[in-house]
């Protein structure tokens, strides 16, 4: 059995993760959200004297915004998209039967205005169309995000949690935020016990110009991520991504510093379940036997 099918059987026979009979979707048992609840408010007193401004979205996003965004020219594979049945009685007569007959009904089905959240920061530009503050902005979002990427690898799930901060602001300081995070977060995993590892990374662009943008992400040292083996050894998951997009999503949604540039964007994402899944992977399924110096972290 592949270790990534192990592992996942030891959550679930632990009660951690709760199967809903589609790979990558689950339920979360009582340790694992407690856990995963504990660590987030371990970032927030990490963070508490950088003064961000904390917003929560509901886990999707303005369609128009989304389409803006540019997601769907990197990611057209990852992305999940609302639709809903809006027809006639007679529409729904088929529907009903469609659906008893185990048919494709997706034809019954119309496009919302909403779009799953692919990322926590996504929300966030839309809002600040016009003129930034001096210094720019700061903030904190949380929210479920979703990517049609179904895997036997608990740590890919299609539906999981992301705790960023997102700094807006011209390039002089958005780069050397997202640099002091790099090594802020290093500490906060290695006092937990988590093993991590900095590398240059990329995104999983799709098609064939994907490799190029690939390349290129990874010449400009544009994302880094913060990795430690969960499912393998040999391909260690990314716990953690430092993102830097230039100006994409200010030129994207018109966002200016106080000095009329074209802002600059970056974000700090602790993908929470990850990090959940590494703790029970390296301290074990019960969180009473956890080493002392980890749950003094975690507890207080
Ligand atoms: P990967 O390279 O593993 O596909 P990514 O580069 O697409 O991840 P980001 O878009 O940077 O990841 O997402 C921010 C964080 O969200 C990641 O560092 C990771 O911890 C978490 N994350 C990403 N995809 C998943 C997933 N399918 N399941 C659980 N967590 C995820
Ligand atoms: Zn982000």
Partial sequence: MENAERLLLDLVDAGHLVPMGIDGMYG???????????????????????????VRFPPVINRRDFERSGYLKSFPHLAGTVFSFDGTPAEHQHLLETVEAGGDWSATQKMTGAVLCP???????????????????????FSYCFRHEPSKDPARMQIFRMREFVRISD???????????????????TAIGLPAVSAVANDPFFGRGGRMLAANQRAQELKFELVVPIASEESPTAIMSFNYHQEHFGSTFGIQTSDGAVAQTACVGFGMERVTLALFKYHGMRVDRWPDSVRRVLWG
């Fill in 119 to 141: 990322a926590a920061c996504y929300p966030i530009y839309p809002t600040l169309r016009g003129t930034l503050p001096q210094n720019g902005r700061l903030f904190d979002v």
């Fill in 28 to 54: 979360r048992g009582a340790a694992f959200e407690d856990t995963l609840l504990r660590f987030d408010a371990y970032i927030s007193r990490s963070a508490k004297d950088d003064g961000a401004t904390l």
């Fill in 171 to 189: 390039g002089d300081s958005v780069r050397p935020w997202r640099n002091m995070w790099i090594e802020r977060a290093m500490e906060l995993l």
